[in-house]
């Protein structure tokens, strides 16, 4: 722990080197930008909304949201260091993902910012002009890191949530439902990659085995597509199921697909095919059947 | 040396520990030559403690079933854990034409659904 956080210090100060003087300019217009903090964040709003940005908020919030991203900005330009800033952009994009907010949208916000103080800058200093160019030398750096840190949280943001939901789709779209005894139905919707498959696979020969299941209808109804690669992991699924004793039923096998399959030659003579689930259905429980009556017969001798 | 143990019509053989090549052929042997000598109409191999199915041992399950078919028994194997039938179907050995069950009950069973018709059959060979 102590070793990140020292790590983290040493990566803040590679990237801006802050001498003493820098520090004092920095000071300074943070001081004035504080000063005319209502002004500047009107301004800034303003442009927000010429701009149409953030379009899915109302006005109110967005006033709200300007005023703690001003702060946050200055605190951030004042002490130099951006894990508040980065800890804040990230809350911020929690908050604003869910509302459709594009990536463009808070880069564009930012650089506006950065924007509407250079230019306060600007208005007060443009009387001296070695003044100016001090100022900036310690605000564009500063500025522009800020810039990449609330970009980079962003995207961070949205990555994370876009990986939780390709794990919750992963776990949702592949139940093994028991639908009665010995028999289950492996409904798959979505695409399957080899990894799905796999995992598909490995889920289904579990529940063969607690299910004590003969006849499994696998309905793939769902499945958009199929090449050749996903179409061989469907025989493999049903040669390992046979290894266990369970017959596989597969339905649904969309007119297109069929013929696919069909044009690309895969050895599809493994797989037992019946029209939609329904039918799968009825001809599991008829193979039960034929399996349960002769096996009652014999266990009195 | 795994155990080979006669239940009316049926030969079962429970393997204990992983087998080498040596043990799997004499184990074969072994029970083609029961099946005669104790007039079998099936064998039951039970699998459920072997952790890895290498291609020699597919290669001698299927002969098993093949030889013991011609001598008029039904061979089932049965116990095949679910990791070994992933890797045994990713590496392309899926026993074809020979009978899989899941566990022993369910090889007795099937055993006991299949048993009419070889026997019917086989009654005219005097066997």
Same mark, same amino acid.
């Given at each position: 722990m102590e070793h990140r956080t020292d790590q983290l210090a040493a990566v803040d100060a590679k990237m801006v080197p802050l001498d003493a003087g820098n520090t004092s300019r920095l000071r300074e217009l943070v001081a004035h930008l504080r000063e005319n903090r209502t002004q500047l964040r009107d301004q800034w709003a303003r442009r927000i909304i010429d701009e149409q940005l953030?379009?899915?908020?109302?006005?109110?919030?967005?006033?709200?949201?300007?005023?703690?991203?001003?702060?946050?900005?200055?605190?951030a330009l004042e002490t130099g260091t951006l894990q508040a800033l980065h800890a804040y952009a990230r809350n911020l994009s929690e908050r604003i993902i869910p509302r459709g907010v594009e990536t463009h949208e808070v880069v564009g916000i930012?650089?506006?910012?950065?924007?509407?103080?250079?230019?306060?800058?600007?208005?007060?200093?443009?009387?001296?002009?070695?003044?100016?160019?001090?100022?900036?030398?310690?605000?564009?750096?500063a500025a522009n890191r800020i810039a990449i840190t609330v970009a980079v949280g962003f995207v961070q943001e949205r990555e994370r949530v876009i990986r939780a939901q390709q794990d919750a789709i992963r776990e949702l779209s592949t139940p093994v439902l028991p639908v009665r005894e010995r028999l289950l139905i492996?409904?798959?919707i979505g695409l399957?990659?080899?990894?799905?498959?796999?995992?598909?696979?490995?889920?289904?020969?579990?529940?063969?085995?607690?299910?004590?299941?003969?006849?499994?209808v696998i309905d793939i109804t769902g499945v958009p597509g199929m090449d050749a690669t996903v179409a061989n992991h469907l025989v493999r699924t049903v040669?390992?199921?046979?290894?266990?004793?369970?017959?596989?039923?597969?339905?649904?096998?969309?007119?297109?697909?069929?013929?696919?399959?069909v044009t690309i030659g895969v050895d599809l003579s493994k797989m037992n095919t019946v029209g939609d689930l329904r039918e799968g259905i009825e001809e599991a429980e008829r193979l039960l059947a034929q399996q349960v009556v002769p096996m009652l017969n014999q266990q009195p001798s | 040396m795994v155990p080979i143990l006669k239940h009316s019509q049926y030969l079962i053989a429970t393997v204990?520990?992983?087998?080498?090549?040596?043990?799997?052929?004499?184990?074969?042997? =072994?029970?083609? #030559? @029961? $099946?005669?000598?104790? /007039?079998?109409?099936?064998?039951?191999?039970?699998?459920? +403690?072997?952790? &890895?199915?290498?291609?020699?041992?597919?290669?001698?399950? =299927?002969?098993? #079933? @093949? $030889?013991?078919?011609? /001598?008029?028994?039904?061979?089932?194997?049965?116990?095949? +854990?679910?990791? &070994?039938?992933?890797?045994?179907?990713?590496?392309?050995?899926?026993?074809?034409g020979v009978s899989t069950a899941l566990d022993l009950e369910e090889g007795l069973a099937m055993l006991g659904q299949s048993l009419p018709s070889p026997l019917a059959g086989s009654r005219s060979r005097g066997k």
């Open positions: 953030l379009t899915a908020m109302t006005k109110a919030e967005l006033f709200a949201e300007a005023t703690s991203v001003y702060d946050n900005y200055l605190d930012v650089l506006l910012l950065r924007d509407v103080l250079a230019r306060s800058l600007f208005a007060k200093y443009h009387g001296d002009s070695t003044v100016l160019d001090r100022i900036l030398d310690a605000y564009e750096p492996l409904p798959i399957i990659d080899p990894l799905r498959a796999r995992q598909l696979t490995e889920q289904l020969l579990r529940a063969i085995r607690v299910n004590r299941a003969k006849v499994v040669e390992a199921s046979r290894l266990l004793g369970a017959l596989v039923i597969v339905t649904g096998l969309a007119p297109e697909i069929a013929q696919t399959l | 204990q520990a992983a087998l080498s090549d040596s043990d799997l052929l004499e184990l074969r042997d =072994r029970l083609v #030559a @029961q $099946v005669g000598q104790y /007039r079998a109409r099936g064998v039951i191999l039970d699998v459920t +403690a072997l952790d &890895v199915m290498d291609s020699f041992a597919v290669r001698t399950l =299927r002969t098993l #079933a @093949q $030889v013991t078919r011609l /001598r008029g028994a039904e061979t089932v194997i049965v116990g095949i +854990a679910p990791e &070994v039938a992933m890797s045994m179907v990713e590496l392309g050995m899926t026993l074809d």
